[in-house]
Every structure is written in C-alpha cells, then in structure tokens.
C-alpha cells in the first residue's frame, strides 16, 4: 500500500503563492501517475495537476491552468504543486492521490485508488 502525507496549505492573500508537498512512503512500484484534486465545501471535487512517474507527461486542469506547476522527485519520493497568483475560488482542500492503471482518463477521480488526507488552501480577498 501507497502513503501519501499532504503538507504546505495555509492561509493567503489573493494573488500570493503556495508550495504543496505530498511525500509518498510504502509501496511505490506500480505507479503510473500523480495528481492533485481539489474540493470545497458543497462541491465536487475537481482535478488539479497530474504527473506521470517518470516525470516526462504533466497534465493541468482548466480552472488553474497557467498558474500552477507539477514536479515530482523519485529520490526524495515527493511530489509537489506551487500555485500563483491564486484566487479566492481557489480555496479548497487540496489531496493528492494515486493512479495505478495505464489505461483511463488521467483526470477522473475514480481512476485513483490511493489518497492522502488532504492539506487546506485558504485565499482571502
């Protein structure tokens, strides 16, 4: 089994930056992509950024597409998500999580079987 620990969420001024990690411990063979959903209260949870475990494909979302940036370390087994120029819409709780097929849309929750707990963004105006 996968462990994933979501860190680096806090509280921000519209328009500032954060720095998400998600270390990743366990059984890390079988990977094949990474990715970052979000969620706020009454809503769905929506597909942030991916990145396949090599490192090489890197995927982003409508909603913060052009602000964020996706990278992953093998060595230090973390993936990690900076966000500018951020928005009061961008408040949510922010998870990271696990897709092990090779085949299947890379931004749909249920193709992920591995979550972390999730790490709060807050953006005020």
């Known amino acids: 089994q996968v462990q994933l620990v979501e860190s680096g969420g806090g509280l921000v001024q519209a328009g500032g930056s954060l720095r998400l990690s998600c270390a990743v411990s366990g059984r890390t063979f079988g990977l094949y992509v990474m990715g970052w959903f979000r969620q706020a209260p009454g809503k769905e949870r929506q597909f942030v950024a991916a990145?396949?475990?090599?490192?090489?494909?890197?995927y982003y979302g409508d909603s913060m597409k052009g602000r964020v940036t996706i990278s992953g370390d093998n060595a230090q087994k973390m993936m990690l998500l900076q966000m500018n120029s951020l928005k009061p819409d961008d408040t949510a709780l922010y998870y990271c999580?696990?897709?092990?097929?090779?085949?299947?849309?890379?931004?749909?929750?249920?193709?992920?079987?591995?979550w972390g707990l999730g790490t709060q963004v807050t953006v005020s105006s």
């Open positions: 999580a696990v897709k092990t097929r090779t085949s299947g849309s890379y931004n749909s929750q249920d193709q992920y079987c591995s």
């Open positions: 990145i396949n475990w090599s490192g090489d494909n890197l």
